[in-house]
């Protein structure tokens, strides 16, 4: 069956890209956006942006959103959770794009579209001159957008419907990056010559150090993740040193500021989180119920029931927590089913006690 991509030419395109979105943010992951009783999820405030669709046989089955700086202006809220001002000071805006709602449906997303839609955006970016691509993404996602060669440059952000949110960049002259890391985009990028001076001054404006890591032994986040270990984190219980190590291997290392939400009450994610350091606070229905502290674990109703977040948790302190997403879970039914049964037994216990603890 043919894909085709080609940006919405008319309101009914636009209209039809605003159905998706509902169709996969609140019908598929639960994300409560309000009343929508049109079944619409538009921009909010509106914005006259580039939307990317993928059509299969004339049906819309996957779109992305491209705000560039040579279109429109940025916005305060995407001033702010992407630290666009450092860069605006230094680049015209037509040099910086940023991408969001990047979706498709289920049964395409094993096909060509996902990367197709990525494909086109790249080509977009290259034929306008922009030298910084910027995304979020939830932290299960963030091993595949680096793979791509973006890379965390920024804290973690927060939403109050999907939650955390890691901001990401792509430099698009790094090709020697590109290359290190094997992206897909690599070919691509190097059909325009880089811009070294550009790229100097880019790469000035990021960490020195990742804020987003993974845990593994040997790094500098191992000692974290033995002294939860040594707390008798009940994630961890009755599991080997090895077997640790194989499951935060796959996980995602986060540190949340004070007053960051880490979980949102009502939305549809699914990531479990181990607090590997700090305090967090825990709310339900906007009462203070509790706090938890290093080596407690949060998440797993919603992991293990399907159904949206109990509760908010938001760090009272500054917070290193673990996020591990179902599909990690998932893969580890598939592939060590004995690790995975003391996970699940661990999780399902843990939630136990807690409603024990309730009544």
Known sequence: MAITLRFAASPQD???VFRLRYQIYVEEMGYDFGATPDKR????????NRLLMAEQDGALVGSLAIDWGGDLPFGAEDRQVYRLDPFLAKLPATALQIVGRFMSLPEARTSQVPELLLDA????A???????IFLDCRPHLINTYMRLGFRPYAPTASHPIPGI???LVLLLDDHAHLLRVRSRFAALAQGRPADAARLALLQSLLPASSPIQTLAAGTADWPALAAALARKAELLEDMTEDEV???LDQGTALTCTPGQPIVVQGNGDRTVFLLLEGLAEVWRDGDAVGVVGPGATFGEVALLTGRPRIADVVAATE????????????????GNSALAVKLLRNLATGLAEKLAAER
């Open 14 to 16: 636009r209209d039809a």
């Open 41 to 48: 999820l538009p921009d909010n405030p509106p914005r006259n």
């Open 121 to 124: 955006m790249l080509r977009f």
């Open 126 to 132: 290259l034929e306008q001159g922009v030298a910084a």
């Open 165 to 167: 949110l890691i901001p």
């Open 245 to 247: 190590r194989s499951l």
């Open 319 to 334: 917070c290193r927590v673990l996020a591990l997403r179902d599909r990690t879970i998932a893969a580890l039914v598939e």
